[in-house]
């Protein structure tokens, strides 16, 4: 049993949905598992959609018909006229303009999560209706009953037991039983209960395609990405990249958490627990054999590896009346950054100062701010990119950061970071 994992890129169109279906019909035999994101940036529409169901409910039906509309575009270009997927579209249509036209009462998360969650199905639903299309049976998933969390809407954490009966009674059974062993479900998306969905946290998708592989004790999982596999760094920050053809759950975990995107950071524990090998390979170029991730570390070393979070603001707490900053005072500071749900990127301490940096664009940045300026002296410094080097040598650091201004600097054995201007 495999599993498949398509992200908003790798089906932003209709050339890119041939794409993935040729992908799958080269890959060849079942029993398989296909998880999708949502076409292109349509998530970034539909949370577009939830801010004017907040404001303006006319705005919101405006932008989504808009997402209707660029699904339709799609369509036309894939399916005949009186093919059954038009009348698919239009139920799920119905579905969130009554969501939109009703649902502005609920709290935004819990609405979030009733909304956004549309723009994987309508893509599942045309992915899963083209691949029979092109002659492979499927059976499509609601991942809505299958996944199961809490009910921390919007970074929902799963519950891997009622999951795992869940994956078990469906897609698994499915799997085992259906001549035409080919299952499609949506990434990203979840379910509390039955009439509470969920959603597992931006660019969740990669995660999902782990809950689901861990649950049906999969073979492998592979991620269908715009680039050769995982690079030494993102090709969009550095202009020569290195591929990284064998690295280890360890190394890949590493990279994810310091910010390297073409994992979610989540995806790795899983996989690891079952040792489950994660391939991450082109979509451009699906012939090339991309990244191997399992438990093998030989070749972690041979290459540094860089990644760069932009955008950075070092916020520093002081007390107010010089006293120690101490284990009182700090674990009150990590209570408010858990309770405002801000991600502490980097960490120092001294005397009578706690230094974090945070990422600028964090939702709850600024009240966070506020809150913890009723107790403490609150400095800050914006506009600052905080660079991590695995691997690192002196002369690698000195051409990197020879003409910045470092603020703040932490080594490890493997791991240098620098906080700089
Ligand atoms: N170390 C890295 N290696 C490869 N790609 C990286 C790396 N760090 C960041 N990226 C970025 O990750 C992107 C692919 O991830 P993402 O856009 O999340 O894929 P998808 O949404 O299709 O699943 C690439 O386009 C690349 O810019
Ligand atoms: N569609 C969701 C989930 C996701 O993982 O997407 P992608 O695989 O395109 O990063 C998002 O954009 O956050």
Do not use: C
């Not at 209709?14 to 019909?25: C, L, P, T």
């Amino acid at each position: 049993m495999r599993v498949f994992k398509f992200g908003g890129a790798s089906v932003r169109d209709a050339e890119s949905v041939r794409n993935a279906i040729q992908i799958i019909k080269n890959e060849g035999k079942g029993p398989l598992l296909i998880v999708v994101s949502a076409m292109g940036k349509t998530t970034n529409a539909m949370e577009r959609v939830l801010i004017e169901v907040l404001k303006n409910r006319e705005n919101a039906r405006a932008i989504f018909k808009q997402v209707i509309d660029d699904h339709l575009e799609i369509v036309n270009e894939l399916f005949e006229a009186e093919s059954h997927i038009y009348n698919e579209i239009d139920m799920l249509s119905e579905q969130a303009n009554e969501i939109i036209d009703t649902g502005n009462t609920g709290k935004p998360d819990y609405l979030y999560d009733q909304l956004v969650p549309f723009g994987e199905l309508l893509s599942t639903k045309i992915f899963s209706e083209f691949l029979k299309h092109e002659g492979v049976n499927n059976q499509w998933f609601d991942a809505r009953d299958i996944i199961k969390t809490d009910y921390q809407y919007k970074s929902a954490n799963v519950d891997w037991k009622r999951t795992e009966i869940q994956v078990e009674n469906t897609i698994a059974q499915f799997l085992k039983n259906s001549a035409s062993p080919f299952a499609v479900t949506q990434g990203f998306i979840a379910g509390a209960d039955a009439l509470n969905p969920t959603t597992l946290g931006r660019e969740g998708s990669d995660y999902s395609a782990s809950i689901f592989a861990f649950a049906l004790h999969a073979k492998n999982v592979t991620i269908w990405k715009d680039v050769p596999g995982v690079l030494n760094a993102d090709p969009k920050h550095f202009k020569e990249t290195t591929l990284l053809d064998h690295i280890s759950y360890r190394e890949a975990i590493e990279l994810a958490y310091y910010g390297a995107s073409v994992i979610h950071p989540k995806t790795i524990q899983p996989l690891q627990n079952k040792k489950i090998p994660l391939y991450v390979r082109s979509f451009k170029n699906f012939n090339e054999p991309g990244t191997l991730i399992d438990s093998s570390s030989n070749n972690d070393e041979t290459v540094p590896s860089f990644i760069i979070r932009k955008d950075q603001r070092l916020v520093s707490i002081s007390t107010r009346d010089f006293s120690f900053i101490v284990e009182d005072h700090l674990s009150d500071i990590f209570e408010e950054f858990a309770r405002f749900r801000v991600k502490i990127n980097m960490m120092q301490n001294s005397a009578i100062n706690f230094s974090v940096s945070v990422d600028e664009n964090s939702f709850q940045l600024n009240e966070l701010i506020d809150e913890l300026s009723k107790r403490y002296q609150i400095l800050y410094n914006q506009g600052l990119e905080l660079l991590t080097i695995r691997h690192f040598n002196d002369e690698i650091f000195k051409k990197l950061t020879s003409d910045r201004k470092i603020l703040l600097e932490q080594k490890t054995r493997n791991t240098l970071r620098v906080l700089m201007r």
